[in-house]
């Protein structure tokens, strides 16, 4: 493997391993101990790699390794040439996937070796060169732009636990995204399934995106060090874009709790007292060391989107605390939703958005999106009542806004396009326009004599009236079904239990 050591002719400072504890190593050095950060280099073929985090002593330092540490042992000498980790800018590495060493993984020609290097370990930028405007980052997904509108140069989050659409959320998002972005999208793969970035790196390439596109990974089969600052090394690439080409980018990171989690690990190993449930003691330090690099500038602006994996679905989570405290937009993913087959599986109600102001998103946008988590709002008190006494007992007002918020929830499922091959669905792109004009007419009864079904999985709103056209009609009814509608509506035990159990099912059969 090629490392940094090896494009500079800086003097080499030596020292020799004197102890080896995971991906914890020791190392004495005589005299010029190397600051904190600084690259080590050990091995046969000086392949491996250390990164100082403490120093002990006059003599000793502690660092973590970035590579696996098999073949280690006391004794081995260790050189460094005094320079940090950097990663290759430029360019070049547009369409390119990347190590956390700035190494080329995807099997194509190399990089020119004479390619200029960045530390990954930058500031954020000064308050003074920061954008106090505030601008709308529009997706082309309907639920996240009418109800929770990310912001440019703002972070926002995915919460939610394994299995619920997370990272088929992010791809949809960079399909939308290169369409219209003159930018750069940046994928970071943290410490997540090798054969997701596999499939991604495929699909991208397949889609024609990739010429816009820079991916770099630290997967979970590699050590915490390297899941530690692949983050560091992306933002990085990101920000020269940003700097020194004034282009907007786009990063997407899959997943941020990953790397909270690679700092346990890392704070586990250095020997630090673990603080709440089992959390290294600098969570919040370490998180806002990354996030707070993530700005929009005067330059440009570097917006993320962060997938945020829930341990067991618990938002008090000091991992999902300490997150939702630097973000502009938080996209609440629900299990029930996506049992329920209501992509995507968005909570609504526990989903929200710093810029969802009147002097932000317009009057009529916040008035609109207001109706919706009030009409949402209602339906969710009135599941109880429904599952009890059905909905034969509701007034008729209840039963208006009940028919209204299962027609809401529908109309915000949309087909994406990188589900087609396993839907069957044609992905579709929603403006905003559209979106907040279905909405509206939703709200309005205009469609109340259409069928639920008929607002699934659409794209615009003109969608469910040819939906609701090709449904066949009921209105020849023979005699026997006449008298049976006459008969009183006795409950068996059975359908009794079903309704306690899943008020949802029993609704749907009642209004359909």
Not at 70 to 90: F, N, W, Y
Not at 159 to 171: D, I, N, R, S
Not at 226 to 250: C, I, K, N, P, S
Not at 290 to 305: P, Q
Request: charge should be neutral; glycine fraction near 8%.
């Amino acid at each position: 493997m090629e490392t940094v050591s090896k494009h500079n002719h800086n003097p080499l400072i030596q020292g020799k391993i004197i102890s080896v504890r995971g991906s914890v190593v020791d190392v004495w050095f005589d005299n010029n101990l190397p600051p904190v950060y600084t690259l080590l280099h050990t091995g046969k073929d000086k392949e491996m790699a250390i990164e100082v985090l403490t120093q002990l002593d006059a003599h000793r330092i502690r660092g973590i390794a970035l590579t696996p540490t098999q073949g280690l042992a006391r004794g081995m000498v260790v050189e460094t040439d005094g320079k940090q980790l950097a990663v290759p800018v430029g360019k070049v590495i547009i369409g390119r996937m990347f190590d956390v060493f700035g190494n080329t993984i995807d099997k194509e020609k190399l990089i020119p070796a004479d390619i200029e290097r960045r530390n990954i370990h930058q500031l954020p930028p000064p308050l003074a060169k920061r954008s106090t405007k505030s601008e709308i980052f529009l997706t082309g997904i309907k639920p996240i732009d009418v109800l929770m509108p990310l912001e440019r140069g703002g972070k926002a989050g995915l919460f939610g636990g394994a299995g619920v659409g997370k990272t088929v959320l992010l791809t949809e998002m960079i399909h939308n995204m290169v369409g219209h972005n003159k930018g750069v999208s940046m994928f970071c793969g943290i410490g997540e399934r090798c054969r997701e970035g596999h499939e991604l790196y495929h699909d991208m390439k397949k889609a024609g995106v990739l010429e816009n596109m820079v991916l770099l990974f630290g997967q979970m089969n590699e050590p915490p060090g390297a899941r530690f600052r692949v983050g560091h090394a992306a933002l990085t690439m990101a920000e020269y874009f940003r700097d020194d080409e004034h282009r907007d980018v786009l990063l997407l990171i899959d997943n941020i709790f990953r790397f909270i989690q690679a700092g346990m690990e890392v704070s586990g190993l250095m020997g630090q007292m673990p603080s709440r449930l089992g959390y290294q003691p600098t969570l919040e330090t370490e998180l806002s060391k990354l996030e707070e690099r993530i700005a929009n500038t005067n330059a440009g602006a570097i917006t993320s989107i962060q997938a945020v994996y829930v341990p067991a679905d618990d938002l008090t989570d000091p991992a999902a605390v300490h997150t939702f405290s630097h973000l502009s937009a938080s996209i609440v993913l629900s299990r029930k939703k996506a049992s329920e087959g209501l992509y995507p599986a968005i909570d609504l109600l526990h989903s929200n958005s710093k810029m969802a102001t009147p002097g932000i998103i317009g009057e009529r946008h916040y008035k609109l999106a207001q109706e919706i988590r009030q009409t949402l709002a209602q339906y969710e008190e009135l599941k109880d009542i429904i599952a009890m006494l059905g909905m034969e007992q509701l007034s008729v007002n209840d039963r208006n806004v009940v028919n209204r918020a299962r027609r809401l929830e529908r109309f915000l499922t949309q087909p994406f396009f990188t589900t087609e091959k396993f839907s069957g669905l044609k992905g579709k792109e929603v403006s905003l326009d559209d979106a907040l004009n279905g909405c509206e007419r939703i709200l309005d009864d205009e469609f109340k004599d259409l069928p639920e079904s008929a607002f699934y999985m659409i794209g615009k709103i003109d969608e469910a009236k040819e939906k609701g056209d090709h449904k066949p009609k009921t209105g020849n009814k023979s005699k026997s079904t006449e008298s049976e509608k006459q008969k009183p509506d006795v409950k068996t035990d059975k359908q009794e239990t079903e309704s306690k159990k899943n008020p949802e099912k029993v609704l749907e059969k009642q209004t359909v």
